[in-house]
C-alpha cells in the first residue's frame, strides 16, 4: 500500500484532526496509507520555537517515510498556495517522490492576480510582472507536479487510476 503525505493549510482548521481522520479514511477506500502532518503528537512542554522546531522534523520525517505526496493549493490567505505546502512540496520533489496537487483555481495565473498592461508589460496590482505561461500556479510547481482540478477526493481518484494496472484489449 503506496503512503501518501497529506499536506495543505487544512492541518488550521478548527476542525483538522477529524478533518485529516477523513482524508485518512478516503486514502484507505482507494488503497493507499493516508500521513498526516497531526498524526504525530509532540512532546508535553515544548512551546515556541521549540515546538515549532519539532513540527518542523516531524513532517518531514513523514514525507521522508511517505511514497508520494497529495497537497492542496488552493489559494491560502490571498492568491497563491500555503507557503508551507509549497515548502513541502518542494522538498518531496527534491526527495525525487511523486507529488500530485489538487486546486480549484484552474484560471491562469494571469487571470486569477487581477492584471493591468503597463508599458508593454503584464503586471499586477503591486507592480510585479506576472507569468503568463498559461498555468494556473507558478511554472516551479505546474512543472514538477500533477495538478488535478478539484478537491482531496478527485485528487485521490487520479492517482489511484494511474496506479492501477493498465489492460489492452
Not at 44 to 51: D, F, S, T
Not at 95 to 104: G, H, L, S
Not at 128 to 143: A, H, R, S
Amino acid at each position: 500500500m503506496k503512503k501518501v503525505y497529506l499536506a495543505g493549510f487544512d492541518v488550521f482548521r478548527t476542525d483538522a484532526a477529524e478533518y485529516g481522520q477523513s482524508l485518512k479514511r478516503l486514502c484507505a477506500q482507494l488503497g493507499f496509507e493516508g500521513l498526516y502532518p497531526l498524526d504525530n503528537a509532540a512532546p508535553p512542554g515544548l512551546a515556541g520555537r521549540a515546538l515549532a522546531d519539532w513540527i518542523c522534523r516531524a513532517n518531514l520525517a513523514l514525507i521522508e517515510q511517505a511514497d508520494c505526496v497529495m497537497a492542496n493549493l488552493n489559494p491560502f490567505r490571498g492568491l497563491e498556495p500555503d507557503s508551507g505546502t509549497v515548502f513541502e512540496v518542494g522538498y518531496a520533489v527534491a526527495r525525487k517522490k511523486p507529488v500530485w496537487a489538487y486546486t480549484d483555481q484552474m484560471q491562469p495565473l494571469i487571470e486569477q492576480a487581477g492584471v493591468a498592461r503597463r508599458n508593454g508589460q503584464v503586471v499586477d496590482a503591486q507592480g510585479y510582472t506576472v507569468e503568463d505561461f498559461g498555468m494556473n500556479l507558478n511554472l516551479m510547481i505546474g512543472c514538477t507536479t500533477q495538478i488535478v482540478q478539484g478537491d482531496a477526493q478527485a485528487c485521490l481518484q487520479a492517482m489511484a487510476m494511474q496506479a492501477a494496472p493498465q489492460t489492452h484489449d
